[in-house]
T-cell receptor, first 116, second 114 residues
Framework: GESVGLHLPTLSVQEGDNSIINCAYS??????FIWYKQESGKGPQFIID?????DKRQGQRVTVLLNKTVKHLSLQIAATQPGDSAVYFC???????????????FGQGTILTVHP | EADIYQTPRYLVIGTGKKITLECSQT?????MYWYQQDPGMELHLIHY???????EKGDLSSESTVSRIRTEHFPLTLESARPSHTSQYLC?????????????FGNGTRLTVT
């Protein structure tokens, strides 16, 4: 069935370093991908999204890369800060047939720890 | 900055009790969702609604029920809580129209059934 998974469950970096969080997905019909950040005691917070007609999208300090050939998604965080410490989830959606939009399938999450 | 509100934040109740988890959003979103999340784990969709009087079951089977009488309100009810219902419940919504758009999440209700 459809699944989205992360390669690394934990990632520890030093403040100022760049972080890369990876995600694999299995549904080749997926056409929309999102990265969320979840801090302890809070709901997931939207970071950045990308549609399948793109392979790269940049935001403020974050970049998402999409490789549809190998069904791989990554989140790059530049100059990582202690405030970036959280669990990061990738999620995907397949809009095939127009019936499933908005229903996201989430991966397991990667814990990012940033050391001062 | 949350425009989607969930109450209560924490709830500890005994087995067999009926509970309702509240979710309201002020963004005028047609689509609303309930996800269940165990600590450190991925989110699983249990219910969703595309508008008033529309409710559907999600990918993860759940004994809970939902209603959508008003656009802004999407409560989730457990008729008889059990310890297996202990989890975090997250409500979300996104903008109307076709196509995918980011979900906006509330801060969740952490439910413990003893």
């Amino acid at each position: 069935g459809e699944s989205v998974g992360l390669h690394l469950p934990t990632l520890s970096v030093q403040e100022g370093d760049n972080s890369i969080i990876n995600c694999a997905y299995s549904n080749s019909a997926s056409d929309y991908f999102i990265w969320y950040k979840q801090e302890s005691g809070k709901g997931p917070q939207f970071i950045i999204d990308i549609r399948s007609n793109m392979d790269k999208r940049q935001g403020q300090r974050v970049t998402v890369l999409l490789n549809k050939t190998v069904k791989h998604l990554s989140l790059q965080i530049a100059a990582t800060q202690p405030g970036d410490s959280a669990v990061y989830f990738c999620a995907e959606n397949s809009n095939a047939g127009g019936t499933s939009y908005g229903k996201l399938t989430f991966g397991q999450g990667t814990i990012l720890t940033v050391h001062p | 900055e949350a425009d989607i509100y969930q109450t209560p934040r924490y709830l500890v109740i005994g087995t067999g009790k009926k509970i309702t988890l509240e979710c309201s959003q002020t963004m005028g979103h047609d689509k609303m969702y309930w996800y269940q999340q165990d600590p450190g784990m991925e989110l699983h969709l249990i219910h969703y609604s595309y508008g008033v009087n529309s409710t559907e079951k999600g990918d993860l089977s759940s004994e809970s029920t939902v209603s959508r009488i008003r656009t802004e309100h999407f409560p989730l009810t457990l008729e008889s809580a059990r310890p297996s219902h202990t989890s975090q419940y997250l409500c979300a919504s996104n903008s109307p129209g076709q196509g995918s758009s980011p979900l906006h999440f509330g801060n969740g209700t952490r439910l413990t059934v003893t």
